[in-house]
C-alpha cells in the first residue's frame, strides 16, 4: 500500500491563500493519476482538482478554477494544492489521492486505490 502524508492545511481568513501538500513517503509519483477532493460536514465529498498524468494539464471544477492550482515538485514525490482567494465556502476536509495507471483523463472517484488522511481548511474571520 502507498502511504499518503497530507499537510499545510489551517485557518485561513477570507481572501487568505493555503498550499496544500501531499507526500508520498519516497515513492515517486510520475506515473499516478492525482486527485484532490474535499468535502465538509453533512456534504458528499467532491473532486476539487486532477492531474491525470504527468505531461497532462489539470482540471479543476468550476467552484475553484481560476483560484486553485494543481502542481506536482520536481522530486515526483510531492503534490501540492495552491489555493488563492479562499472563500468560506471552500472549509472543508481535503484528501489528496492517487492510483497508478496510464490515464488520459481523470479517473471516477472509484478508481482512486489510494487516500491521505485529510488536512482540515477553515476559512473564516
Known amino acids: 500500500q502507498l502511504q499518503l502524508v497530507e499537510s499545510g492545511g489551517g485557518l485561513v481568513q477570507p481572501g487568505g491563500s493555503l498550499t496544500l501538500s501531499c507526500a508520498a513517503s519516497?515513492?515517486?509519483?510520475?506515473?499516478?493519476?492525482i486527485g484532490w477532493f474535499r468535502q465538509a460536514p453533512g456534504k458528499e465529498r467532491e473532486e476539487v482538482a486532477c492531474?491525470?498524468?504527468?505531461?497532462?494539464?489539470?482540471s479543476y471544477t468550476h467552484f475553484v478554477k481560476g483560484r486553485f492550482t494543481l502542481s506536482r515538485d520536481s522530486t515526483r514525490k510531492t503534490v501540492n494544492l495552491r489555493m488563492n482567494n479562499l472563500e468560506p465556502e471552500d472549509t472543508a476536509v481535503y484528501y489528496c489521492?492517487?492510483?497508478?495507471?496510464?490515464?488520459?483523463?481523470?479517473?471516477?472517484?472509484?478508481?482512486?486505490?489510494?487516500w491521505g488522511q485529510g488536512t482540515q481548511v477553515t476559512v473564516s474571520f
Open positions: 489521492a492517487v492510483t497508478r495507471r496510464l490515464w488520459s483523463l481523470c479517473p471516477a472517484e472509484g478508481d482512486y486505490t489510494d
Open positions: 519516497g515513492i515517486s509519483l510520475e506515473f499516478y493519476a
Open positions: 492531474m491525470p498524468n504527468l505531461n497532462s494539464r489539470s
